[in-house]
C-alpha cells in the first residue's frame, strides 16, 4: 500500500456537538482533550459507503448526539460531505453509565492515592471501556472498518457526549 492510501483511510479532524452539554469536569475535559488529540495522531476509519460512492480521505467527523441516536457525520478529504451514519444508543447506555461511575470513582481515588486501590479501579475501568468499544466495533460493523483502538477512542468522545449538568 502507498503511503497515500495509509494516510487516507483515517480521520484527520474531528468535532462533537457540544450544544447539548452543560457542564463537565476538569476530568472529563481532560478525558475528552486526550481521546480526541490522541484519535487524530493514530486511528484506522474507512467508511464504507463512502468509499463506495468514490469518496476518498482522510476523514472529517463529527458526533452528535440527538433523539437516543449517535451521528457521525463524514467528510471527505477536500470538505465535500460524504454521509452519515446513525447509530441507536440504547445499547451502549449501560457501558456509559458504568464507565462515568467508574471515571468518577478513579478521579477520587487518584485524589487520596492507594496505589491498589487505584490499580483495582482502573482496572475495572479499563474492561468496561473496552466493553463499549468493542459493542461500537460491532454496531459500525459494515458500515465503517476501524480498528479497536480508533472505537477505544471514539467510545470515549460518545461518552463525553452523554455528560449532561
Not at 468535532?15 to 487524530?40: H, K, P
Not at 486511528?43 to 460512492?53: C, I, K
Request: charged content about 30%.
Amino acid at each position: 500500500m502507498s503511503d497515500t492510501a495509509l494516510t487516507a483511510d483515517r480521520i484527520a479532524h474531528i468535532e462533537l456537538d457540544d450544544s447539548t452539554i452543560l457542564w463537565r469536569s476538569e476530568d472529563v475535559e481532560r478525558e475528552r482533550v486526550a481521546a480526541m488529540t490522541d484519535l487524530v495522531a493514530d486511528n484506522h476509519f474507512v467508511p464504507l459507503r463512502a468509499v463506495e460512492q468514490g469518496h476518498a480521505g482522510p476523514w472529517s467527523l463529527r458526533l452528535s448526539v440527538a433523539d437516543g441516536r449517535l451521528d457521525l457525520w463524514i467528510s471527505d478529504g477536500v470538505g465535500v460531505e460524504a454521509g452519515a451514519i446513525g447509530l441507536g444508543l440504547a445499547r451502549f447506555r449501560r457501558d456509559i453509565r458504568e464507565y462515568f461511575a467508574i471515571c468518577d470513582s478513579y478521579y477520587k481515588a487518584v485524589r487520596n492515592p492507594s496505589a491498589q486501590e487505584i490499580e483495582t479501579i482502573d482496572m475495572a475501568r479499563r474492561a468496561i471501556h473496552d466493553r463499549g468499544s468493542r459493542q461500537l466495533q460491532e454496531a459500525l460493523e459494515g458500515k465503517v472498518d476501524a480498528d479497536f483502538a480508533t472505537a477505544r477512542r471514539l467510545f470515549t468522545l460518545i461518552c463525553v457526549l452523554h455528560i449532561k449538568g
